[in-house]
């Protein structure tokens, strides 16, 4: 079973920053950044490709940036100039190679003044 570890999230002002990191364990094709806030669908911000490749939501391109540590299997959100309207709660979620899919418990990020 694979396990999912969030960390980073809390408030902040807007035009703060903020960094999200996802522990993930086992054999990962893709990760990603979901966040759903209230009222809303489960949306994807960003993705990123066990060789690297990006996607973006066009709502968080030139803002935030996808990366990750293959060897420690770790996945980062860097979200920078937040916006109150990026407030909700953000979710990691893994694809592994053998098309197991994994969602971890979700982190919330206010941005309020």
């Known amino acids: 079973q694979v396990q999912l570890v969030e960390s980073g999230g809390g408030l902040v002002q807007p035009g703060g920053s903020l960094r999200l990191s996802c522990a993930a364990s086992?054999?990962?094709?893709?990760m990603d950044w979901y966040r759903q806030a209230p009222g809303n669908q489960r949306e994807l911000v960003a993705r990123?490709?066990?060789?690297?490749?990006?996607n973006y939501a066009d709502s968080v391109k030139g803002r935030f940036t996808i990366s990750r540590d293959n060897p420690k299997n770790t996945v980062f959100l860097q979200m920078n100039s937040l916006k109150p309207e990026d407030t909700a709660v953000y979710y990691c979620?893994?694809?592994?190679?053998?098309?197991?899919?994994?969602w971890g418990q979700g982190i919330q990020v206010t941005v309020s003044s």
């Open positions: 979620h893994i694809r592994t190679i053998n098309w197991n899919e994994y």
């Open positions: 086992g054999s990962i094709d893709y």
């Open positions: 990123i490709t066990s060789s690297g490749n990006q």
